[in-house]
């Protein structure tokens, strides 16, 4: 089992940039598919990035190009740079984890509580 905790949100005007952490505790971190998801306010969770345990990535379509997902196995930490932010970004982020070395963008078993990003124009 792994606990997750998410950090760096924050307001921001659009065009700028935000990092994302996420500290994981538990044993086995580098064993993890991890991901990021975000939940807008009155709109569904949504899949943004994903990273795998030999490090093979992907993202939607609404953040390639401007975001980046990254992993410290040494730290237990999860990142997700975000640039070029705009209003639509606005949401809660979270992160997950999945007991797996396949790719996961749905599934994830262990989630975080959040981090509010909010974008103003």
Same mark, same amino acid.
């Given at each position: 089992?792994?606990?997750?905790?998410?950090?760096?949100?924050?307001?921001?005007?659009?065009?700028?940039?935000?990092?994302?952490?996420?500290?994981?505790?538990?044993?086995?971190?580098?064993?993890?598919?991890?991901?990021?998801?975000?939940?807008?306010?009155?709109?569904?969770?949504?899949?943004? +990035?994903?990273?795998?345990? =030999?490090?093979?990535?992907? /993202?939607?379509?609404?953040?390639?190009? $401007? @975001?980046?997902? #990254?992993?410290?196995?040494?730290?237990?930490?999860?990142?997700?740079?975000?640039? +070029?932010?705009?209003?639509? =970004?606005?949401?809660?982020? /979270?992160?997950?984890?999945?007991?797996? $070395? @396949?790719?996961? #963008?749905?599934?994830?078993?262990?989630?975080?509580?959040?981090?509010?990003?909010?974008?103003?124009?």
């Amino acid at each position: 089992q792994v606990q997750l905790v998410e950090s760096g949100g924050g307001s921001v005007q659009a065009g700028g940039s935000l990092r994302l952490s996420c500290g994981a505790d538990g044993y086995g971190y580098s064993n993890y598919c991890m991901g990021w998801f975000r939940q807008a306010p009155g709109k569904q969770r949504e899949w943004v +990035s994903s990273i795998t345990t =030999d490090r093979r990535t992907d /993202y939607s379509d609404s953040v390639k190009g $401007r @975001f980046t997902i #990254s992993r410290d196995n040494a730290k237990n930490t999860l990142y997700l740079q975000m640039n +070029s932010l705009k209003p639509e =970004d606005t949401a809660m982020y /979270y992160c997950a984890a999945k007991s797996t $070395r @396949f790719w996961c #963008s749905d599934g994830l078993d262990y989630w975080g509580t959040g981090t509010l990003v909010t974008i103003s124009s």
